[in-house]
């Protein structure tokens, strides 16, 4: 793959996740799932107009603007199930999921993208799924089988498992719409409609609970930091590396959420997470080293 700058800004985007999902169940979960998605986008605003000053728009063919069409359902949908998980769930429970959505990309990335894996890609891509899912678990280790038995009496791991589905998706197409106008501007643009079409409908919603954000505006404006942080850097990352590789270390965010909520999580045992963040970390390295195209 030549260069592995893209892993920064995977790493960057990992860090961004973790941030604003940190902040977004510390702070925002008194709100409606549909008012948590919308505040996260508009505290994001002000530094993606900052980005936004220094743009030019390129020029947009039909390719483009069909895809951010077809994206716009589908991220509004896995945006509230993300946050309707939030809010009924421990996150040991609905977060493992997460870790999927690169081992779906595996088909997507082929379909939409027509990106290939070599066997030391895909080997990558599981490494970190798995790490992923481990290092997630609970505080009380009750085997790896315990967030898939959580299915079949918990609402959240169902609902996160279907935005990892979404999400495989949604990140071919967002990589498809970069290729077709430009990183930054895509990262600017992208939200800033997501925005308007979640402002257009928050009247429409049934009993919507007020967007009281004054109250939380310094913690706003850190996670609108860290949304835009996530955003621009995948958008500039997905350009350079195949999407499933990309979105696969932008899963490490599941290790950062460990370190940023260890004042608000029980500790976890160690070998299971020792055994994760060793699979993680070597499936990134196996990535970077030998995970070229076919």
Same mark, same amino acid.
């Given at each position: ?101 690169? #081992?779906?990309? &595996?088909?997507? *990335?082929?379909? !939409? +993208?027509?990106? @290939?894996?070599?066997?030391? %890609?895909?080997?990558? #891509?599981?490494? &970190?799924?798995? *790490?992923?899912? !481990? +290092?997630?678990? @609970?505080?009380?280790?009750? %085997? ?151």
């Amino acid at each position: 793959m030549g260069s592995a700058i893209w892993l920064f800004f995977g790493l960057a985007a990992a860090i961004g996740d973790a941030g604003s999902d940190a902040v977004t169940k510390r702070h925002l979960t008194h709100l409606s799932p549909y008012a948590m998605g919308l505040a996260r986008l508009l505290f994001a605003l002000p530094f993606l107009a900052l980005v936004g000053l220094g743009l030019s728009r390129p020029a947009l063919d039909p390719v483009f603007w069909w895809t951010v069409a077809a994206m716009v359902p589908l991220e509004l949908t896995a945006m509230l199930m993300y946050m309707r998980a939030l809010k009924v769930c421990h996150l040991s429970l609905c977060i493992p999921f997460l870790a999927f959505t690169p #081992v779906f990309m &595996i088909l997507t *990335g082929q379909v !939409i +993208l027509g990106e @290939g894996l070599n066997r030391w %890609g895909l080997l990558g #891509v599981v490494a &970190i799924a798995g *790490g992923s899912y !481990i +290092l997630s678990m @609970g505080s009380e280790w009750t %085997g790896i089988w315990a967030p898939f038995k959580a299915l079949a009496r918990e609402r959240g791991p169902g609902l996160m498992l279907g935005v990892a589905l979404i999400y495989s998706f949604t990140a071919a197409m967002f990589k498809k719409a970069v290729l077709h106008s430009d990183p930054a501007f895509f990262g600017v643009f992208y939200p800033i409609l997501l925005s308007g079409v979640m402002l257009g409908g928050y009247p429409l919603i049934r009993n919507p609970r007020g967007l009281t954000l004054r109250s939380i505006w310094g913690w706003g404006l850190l996670l609108g930091f860290f949304v835009a942080l996530s955003i621009l850097t995948v958008a500039r990352g997905l350009t350079l590396a195949p999407a499933a590789y990309m979105i696969s270390v932008k899963r490490l965010s599941l290790l950062f959420s460990v370190l940023l909520g260890g004042m608000w999580l029980q500790e976890r045992p160690f070998l299971p997470r020792l055994l994760g963040v060793t699979l993680m970390c070597g499936g990134v390295i196996v990535i970077a080293l030998k995970g070229a195209l076919f």
